[in-house]
T-cell receptor, first 108, second 118 residues
Framework: RKEVEQDPGPFNVPEGATVAFNCTYS??????FFWYRQDCRKEPKLLMS???SGNEDGRFTAQLNRASQYISLLIRDSKLSDSATYLC?????????FGQGTELSVKP | GAVVSQHPSWVICKSGTSVKIECRSL??????MFWYRQFPKQSLMLMAT?????????EQGVEKDKFLINHASLTLSTLTVTSAHPEDSSFYIC??????????????FGPGTRLTVL
């Protein structure tokens, strides 16, 4: 079993759609959680941290359920520029463990 | 924000040669740097953790004699792929964690080095 598992993609959605990404992690001792965005052939960039209380940053909402070891990311009103691969990332003892990523393609 | 650079950004080499990749934190000191590898359509896999002034800690399955890591200063870590083979062709990415501040999980990523071994 992979330590961090994400929805297999790709997701193809029209502009303006709402899209949700799901992620589960296997190690209950994981300390902190993040969503990263990676554009093609580029390094990953931090999108947002994820907190148990849930957090929002503009069109992006992240949620964490520690009991079920589940993380989600919701993107509302998707833009063409949101097209990228979204990586669910878990911090275990200072090491970042990456999910395999879910590719999002937003079409006009 | 914090900036991490990598050099070179891409390299093509012949099988059997060694390739050195540099990772620098430009505006902060990094006691810890990390090296990742990413194959096409796969996620980043941590190869090793590099601590300034001490030996690197390698993840299971990563050959320490093949992937030599040196972290001689607080702003520079190098990864040398020795006797490279075509299966070592990959995207190598480093990250750096600030030494004195920042959340435990905070890492700043370099732009990556694309290695192609012929």
């Amino acid at each position: 079993r992979k330590e961090v598992e994400q929805d297999p993609g790709p997701f193809n959605v029209p502009e303006g759609a709402t899209v949700a990404f799901n992620c589960t992690y296997s190690n209950s001792a994981s300390q902190s959680f993040f969503w990263y965005r990676q554009d093609c052939r580029k390094e990953p960039k931090l999108l947002m941290s994820v907190y148990s209380s849930g957090n929002e940053d503009g069109r992006f909402t992240a949620q964490l359920n520690r009991a079920s070891q589940y993380i989600s990311l919701l993107i509302r009103d998707s833009k063409l520029s949101d097209s990228a691969t979204y990586l669910c990332v878990v911090n275990q003892g200072g090491k970042l463990i990456f999910g395999q990523g879910t590719e999002l393609s937003v079409k006009p | 924000g914090a900036v991490v650079s990598q050099h070179p950004s891409w390299v093509i080499c012949k099988s059997g040669t060694s390739v050195k990749i540099e990772c620098r934190s430009l505006d902060f000191q990094a006691t810890t740097m990390f090296w990742y590898r990413q194959f096409p359509k796969q996620s980043l896999m941590l190869m090793a953790t590099s601590n300034e002034g001490s030996k690197a800690t390698y993840e299971q399955g990563v050959e320490k004699d093949k992937f030599l890591i040196n972290h001689a200063s607080l702003t520079l870590s190098t990864l040398t792929v020795t006797s490279a083979h075509p299966e070592d062709s990959s995207f190598y990415i480093c990250s750096a964690r600030p030494g004195a501040s920042g959340l435990v999980g905070t890492q700043y990523f370099g732009p990556g080095t694309r290695l192609t071994v012929l």
